[in-house]
C-alpha cells in the first residue's frame, strides 16, 4: 500500500505552559481562518488544570480527572461559566510522546471520560505511547455542568425520543409529543439548553488543548464525534495535528441532524442481508428462517401483527412490545453484529406470543441529562421545519421506500416544537487547510452509512484519504472494523503516514 506522510517532522511541545501563553496561543489560532465569533472567544487566562484521582470504578489506575471552566455563552465570555469534566491517562513512554489524542465521543449525549481506560487498553502500544489519551463529558452532559428537561417517563423511551408513526402513518400522536417534550425543555433545561451544540463544543475542545499546554491536539471521533472533529478542524485548522475521523456523518449544512437521523433508512437497509444471512444460518441456536431471503419478509409481517395486537411488556418502557419496539430493536442491534442475537431472540419469543425479560437501562436521571444534551443539540444546530404537511409527505415517502423502518427517519422530533432558532449558522466543511485527516467506515453501518461518510470525504477534498473498510456495524477502528483497517489507523497515529489515496479494506 503506497503512502504519504503528513507532517511528521518532530516538534518541541510544552506539557505544561504558563497562563499567559496559552491564552496567547488561542489568539493565535484565532487569527487562522476561523469565524469571527471563534476569535471573539478567545479565552481569558487559565490556572493550570487540578488533576486528581478519578471516582467510580473500573478504571485504569493512572487515570486522572480535571474539570475545566468555561463560557456558558461564548458570545459573552466573560458572563457565567460551566465545567468541563475531563480524563487522561499519560504517554507510556514519555520519551516517546507527540502530544494529546483527544477522544471525541458519539451521540450527542455520549461522554468519553472513561475512554482513556476503556479505549485505551485497546490502543495498540505504540500509540500508547505517543500521546496523552484525554477524554471527556461534552457540555450539558455530567459530571459536567448538567441539564435537564424533565420528561416524562414514557417520553424517555427510545421510540419516542426518535418517533415512529402509528400503525397507519399517521403523525399526529408525535406532533402532539413534540410540543409537549420541547416545553419541557424550555421550562427545565435553563439558560444551558439554549448553549448546547456542535460548535460550542468544538470550542470547548479549544480551551481544552489551551489548558492542556498544546499548540496542537490530535484527535480520534467517532459517529457525531466525526462532525464534532471536523467543524473543530474548520474552526481551527492550524490546531490539529492528525485526525482519525471514524464512522462519519453527513455534514449537510442546510440538513446536519436531519440528515444523521434521515440516514438510518440506508443504513438499515445496508446492514439488514448481514443480519438475514446470519439468522438463516444453519447451527445458529437463533435462526429464524432456511433462508436469508425469507427472512426480511419474516420481519415485516411480524412487526404488522404487533402494530396490530402489541404484547403486554411489564416493566419495559413501553410496557408493551409493538411493531415500533420491534423495529426500534432492530436498529439498535444492527450497530454490532454481536448484538444480532437480540433480535432474533425477540422475534422468536414474539411469534410464540411471549417476551423475553424486559431490558434494564441506565438510571432515570441518566437518561434525562442524555436525552437533554440530545435534544438540545440536535435542536440547536440547525432549524428544523415547523410544517406538518411537509413531514406527513416525508414520512410517506419514506414509507413507501423504506418499509423496514416505517418513516421514522423523517419524522418530526421534538425539534419540529423547539423554541428557540439557532444561535448561528451551521459550519459549511470544506477542503481548505492542511491535508491530515484519515476517514476510516464500514461499508455496512446503520447508523453512519456509507452513503453519508461519502460526503463527508468529498467535503474535506485534498484534506482527507478515507479507508472504506469491508465490514458490519458501527464503530470500525478498534471495534467492529478488520485487521486492514486497524492497521491502517495505528499506523497514521504513530508515524503519520496514510495511504496515498482511498483505499478499500477487504
Known sequence: MTTQRTDTTTRTRSRRRAALVGACAVLLGAAAPVTASAAAAAPPRQDPLAWTTCAGTGLD????????????????????????????????????????????????GGSSLGDPSGKGRKLPEEVREKYDLVGFAPRGLAPSTAVDCGLDHG??????????PAADGSIAGNLTDARRMAQACAKNGGELIRHLGTVNEARDIDRVRAALGEDELSAWGVSYGTYVGAVYNQLFPRRVDRMVLDSNDNPDPALVNRAWLGAHEQGVEDTFPDFAAWASRPGNPDRLAERAADVRPLFLRLAARLDRTPIPWPGA??????????????????YSPSRYPDLARLMLAAQRGTVPPAPQGPPEAVLQNVAAVGAG?????????????????DVADSRAAYPLTAGMPRNAMLCAAWPYPPRQAPVRITGHGP?????????RDVATPLSGALKLRSALGRRAVMVTVNSTGHDAYLANGNACGDETVSRFLTTGLRPAADVYCR
Not at 155 to 164: E, G, H, I, K
Not at 435 to 443: A, G, K, M, P
Open 435 to 443: 491535508s491530515n485527516v484519515l476517514l476510516v467506515q464500514n461499508e
Open 61 to 108: 489506575p493512572r487515570q486522572q480527572c480535571a474539570a475545566l471552566d468555561v463560557p456558558m455563552d461564548y458570545a459573552d465570555p466573560h458572563g457565567p461559566s460551566i465545567s468541563i469534566a475531563l480524563s487522561r491517562i499519560p504517554s507510556e513512554k514519555p520519551s516517546a510522546r507527540r502530544g494529546t489524542l483527544l477522544l471525541i465521543p458519539g451521540g450527542p
Open 155 to 164: 417520553d424517555l423511551a427510545t421510540s419516542r425520543l426518535r418517533p415512529w
Open 377 to 393: 443539540t440536535l435542536c440547536n444546530d440547525v432549524a428544523w421545519p415547523r410544517s406538518a404537511a411537509a413531514y406527513e409527505k
Open 317 to 334: 418502557n413501553p410496557e408493551e412490545l409493538n411493531g415500533n419496539v420491534l423495529r426500534q430493536t432492530m436498529l439498535d442491534t444492527f
